[in-house]
């Protein structure tokens, strides 16, 4: 099938609204449709690819943090999230990080993104927005193309950490060098609320 040439996948290698964990990862509900563009989503993957790479986006557990690191990572997981919803960002963290440094696993997306909201959090102790946009980009890339819009598990998480790079490419992060750009920001936006049908990023279009 051709590209849709109305919805061009936006270009991410020019340098939020969120998910709660308390109903269970397992219960989110599907918000999206699927649309059929496999050569849509091709394009995008094939534009941003280049900039994940050169950002070097991996985000391991330090050294001396890997030492302390215990159990499977679905006990890391449940540890982290249980610390998120407390609001007790050291420790969660601490066990996502952890969670990000085993490779392969099929949680590590949920540990990614819960890991980009305590960084993207103005009101705790781990602000850190530059970081947090690069996590969602990791996101964007990583996930975009084996994840079925239609997915319940899977698809709104990775639908809200694209709208999520949209609203730092809208905003700006003056920190990390980067500056508003609102057109570019709504191609992002558009990516999101055409291929994924996401809310968050039809708001954004409709201001």
């Not at 991410?12 to 989503?41: M, W, Y």
């Not at 919803?85 to 696993?105: G, K, N, Q, S, W």
Request: charged share 25%; proline share 8%.
């Amino acid at each position: 099938m051709s590209i849709d040439t109305c919805h061009q996948p936006p270009d991410l290698r020019q340098e939020t609204a969120p998910l709660e964990p308390t109903c269970g990862i397992k219960n989110v509900a599907p918000s999206c449709h699927r649309h059929d563009r496999p050569g849509f989503r091709a394009t995008f993957l094939a534009v941003t690819a280049a900039a994940f790479l050169a950002l070097g986006m991996a985000v391991p557990a330090s050294a001396a943090g890997m030492s302390k690191c215990t159990g499977d990572t679905s006990s890391m997981l449940d540890r982290g999230l249980g610390a998120y919803v407390l609001h007790d960002y050291a420790t969660a963290r601490f066990e996502l990080e952890c969670m990000i440094a085993r490779p392969d696993d099929d949680n590590r997306l949920y540990a990614l993104f819960y890991l980009a909201r305590i960084f993207a959090d103005n009101n705790g102790t781990e602000t850190d927005h530059a970081r947090a946009y690069q996590l969602y980009k990791t996101i964007s890339e990583t996930y975009s193309e084996p994840t079925d819009p239609d997915d319940p598990r899977r698809g709104p998480f990775v639908a809200r950490a694209i709208t999520a790079v949209g609203v730092y490419v809208l905003q700006g992060i003056p920190d990390a060098g980067i500056r508003p750009d609102p057109a570019r920001a709504a191609e992002i936006f558009r990516y999101a609320a055409t291929f994924f049908d996401e809310p968050h990023a039809q708001f954004e279009l409709a201001k």
